[in-house]
């Protein structure tokens, strides 16, 4: 009998001491050392098993993820509806509506505007973004090459060229080329594509597979349909381009939707680690380095504040998925693969000091499972908790919650990676958003002392704020093009009335206008049956879906493609999750060149490029510069 009334008083006083100890160690804001993970499952791998789109509250209207500058070679220079002037253009920079690229004389430049879908322009090219929504995309091409490669285009989908000539409305898969000079259009269809071209004061005509129109005049156009001409070298260098982005080896660990995974094959290596899965570790970091310190904030008329990084790489880790901290390095977690994974402009937390509404002039990477409270959006989901696209666990004040339970972001206190060293960075006030500032690393006792902002970040962009690169001296396009009118089927969208909700303006005269030609959109094809979309056109498929003679190349290659070797990861990660490495195309062809034969050069064995800063990619072996800017 003592012996079990023993055995009770023990039960009683062990069962008291952890009702103590959950009543008096509650969350805190900083505890001193970094609080341990939350006790969860490891994600799952393979895209096999990808889950449905989650954590979007009912009600939010869906964003398409805007196009982003995927390679640059050359002089490209970048004009944004609120800037004083144009810049030099970079690598990773979203796009919108509104934005203008201009391609030197020997510049191209790379858009993604979709996971398997890309738009290059060169040789003298001005291209703009006039409008994008979920399902429409429209540009605008007055002078110069621009290539349309859709490998895949989902169905009701449609990708609309407005050309001084005519305007161009691609709703499938196919690779389109077009020309604009100073008197004529020229546009061309490969691959399976199809294309509606309605000129002005001329009705609708089909642009068939393997065809070419050729507009030439001006009030009453002159029309004429041919077969298409041979692809060029430019065209065949495109086919390549598109060939090595869509096959990239991190698709294994990450949804197949987000943009920029050959950039994490070539700059990182992928492992698996206990409670987070699958992470990616960047490689060639200095010592003491975090996420979010060497880029600078830009500004968005949809998305606000966007983090624009660096680094070749910084486009997934920085619009997707967490940072954790893993022992002595950071990694980026994608989480559970899901279906439709949801663009953020950034996925930090902003910190203030004792007054949580001043300004954000701090900022650390979001931990594993917690929410971003947006300040992008509408008024009705600014200030939100939100974890859109994400499919692992939600965690607040590092414990895993109910993804069903309704967050209240005042009650959001603890971060996980503001406790980690060097994580929490900040700039002086009247510099936020305002350049490329170095930000400065808050010290721990001052981590004590800040706050999370829970809002939209009190501060307002300045004409700076709008340029990807603080660098005067970009190229302007010659004076011609600014007033250029195209031929479209909808008014461009106008970024005047989110200007001036900032207190700001269109005042300089080097803006190009964007004048244009309104004619009736032709109507859209019917949506084939489920699944019928799904797969894109093999690499040379003609209208039939055989190997064009214009496509010039053997079924299931690409052009002048002659196999790429693949190889482990060469860091000391690479042993725990190998994956194969493709080699990039070589630069595109010189001008003057484009009609000439591809050339079959490839880089020598064991040659591979190394990020040096800036974006710069150089030949480590024979240190000849390519002179190539890509992510």
Do not use: C
Not at 274 to 284: A, C, F, H, I, Q
Not at 313 to 325: D, N
Not at 492 to 504: E, I, K, M, N, V
Request: charged share 15%; net charge neutral.
């Amino acid at each position: 009998m003592n012996h079990k009334m023993v055995s009770a008083q023990r039960i009683f006083a062990g069962m008291l001491t952890i009702l103590l100890l959950l009543v008096v160690v509650g969350p805190v804001w900083a505890a001193g050392s970094t609080p341990p993970p939350p006790s969860i499952a490891p994600a799952p791998g393979p895209p096999a098993g990808a889950l449905p789109s989650a954590g979007a509250p009912e009600g939010e209207p869906i964003e398409a993820t805007p196009p982003r500058i995927s390679y640059l070679n050359g002089e490209v220079s970048f004009w944004r509806p609120g800037a004083q002037d144009w810049s030099p253009a970079a690598i990773n920079m979203p796009l919108a509506p509104g934005d203008v690229l201009f391609a030197g004389p020997a510049g191209n430049v790379e858009v993604q505007i979709g996971p398997r879908a890309f738009v290059r322009a060169a040789y003298g090219a001005q291209l703009g973004l006039d409008n994008q929504e979920p399902d429409f995309v429209q540009l605008r091409l007055v002078a110069g090459y621009a290539a349309v490669d859709l490998r895949e285009l989902q169905p009701g989908h449609v990708v609309e060229l407005d050309t001084p000539g005519a305007a161009f409305t691609m709703d499938r898969a196919g690779y389109y080329h077009a020309e604009v000079g100073p008197e004529t259009t020229m546009f061309r269809t490969h691959r399976g594509g199809t294309a509606t071209m309605t000129p002005a004061g001329g009705p609708p005509q089909l642009v068939a597979g393997n065809q070419q129109a050729t507009i030439a005049g001006g009030a009453t156009p002159r029309v004429e349909l041919t077969a298409a001409a041979p692809l060029t070298t430019w065209d065949r260098w495109n086919y390549q381009r598109s060939d090595y982005l869509i096959q990239p080896a991190s698709a294994r660990y990450m949804s197949s939707t987000v943009y920029g995974g050959e950039a994490l094959d070539r700059y990182g290596t992928w492992r698996s680690v206990e409670t987070y899965g699958n992470v990616w570790v960047p490689s060639g970091v200095p010592m003491g380095w975090s996420p979010y310190t060497t880029g600078r904030w830009i500004w968005d008329a949809r998305f606000g504040w966007t983090w624009l990084d660096e680094a070749p790489w910084g486009w997934a880790p920085y619009h997707y998925g967490r940072w954790v901290y893993v022992g002595p390095y950071w990694a980026w977690a994608p989480g559970p693969v899901v279906v439709r994974p949801a663009y953020a402009p950034a996925l930090v937390v902003f910190l203030g000091g004792p007054v949580v509404v001043g300004h954000p002039l701090y900022w650390a990477p979001l931990g594993w499972g917690e929410p971003v409270v947006r300040w992008w959006g509408p008024p009705a989901f600014v200030g939100v908790a939100w974890w859109g696209g994400w499919g692992g666990p939600h965690v607040v004040n590092n414990v895993v919650i109910n993804r069903t339970t309704t967050v209240n972001v005042t009650n959001v206190t603890v971060y996980r990676n503001v406790n980690v060293t060097n994580a929490v960075v900040g700039v002086p006030a009247d510099r936020f958003g305002q350049g490329a500032v170095r930000p400065t690393r808050v010290a721990e006792s001052e981590v004590r002392q800040l706050a999370p902002v829970h809002g939209a970040p009190d501060v307002r962009p300045v004409a700076s704020s709008f340029t990807p690169v603080a660098r005067p001296g970009a190229a302007r396009p010659p004076e011609t093009l600014r007033s250029q009118p195209v031929v479209a089927t909808r008014a461009p969208q106008d970024p005047a009335p989110t200007l001036r909700a900032q207190g700001l303006s269109e005042p300089s005269t080097t803006m190009p206008t964007r004048q244009q030609h309104i004619v009736s959109a032709p109507p859209r094809a019917a949506a084939p049956p489920p699944g019928a979309a799904s797969a894109p056109p093999a690499p040379g498929a003609g209208a039939a879906g055989r190997t064009g003679p214009d496509d010039g190349q053997a079924p299931g290659r690409g052009p002048g493609m002659r196999g790429h070797r693949g190889g482990a990861a060469g860091d000391a990660y690479s042993r725990h999750m190998p994956a194969a490495r493709q080699a990039p195309p070589p630069a595109p062809p010189a001008p003057g060149v484009q009609g000439a034969p591809l050339p079959q050069s490839e880089h020598p064995r064991g040659e591979q490029p190394s990020y040096r800063g800036g974006g710069e990619r150089v030949q480590e072996r024979s240190g000849r510069p390519v002179g190539e800017r890509e992510r």
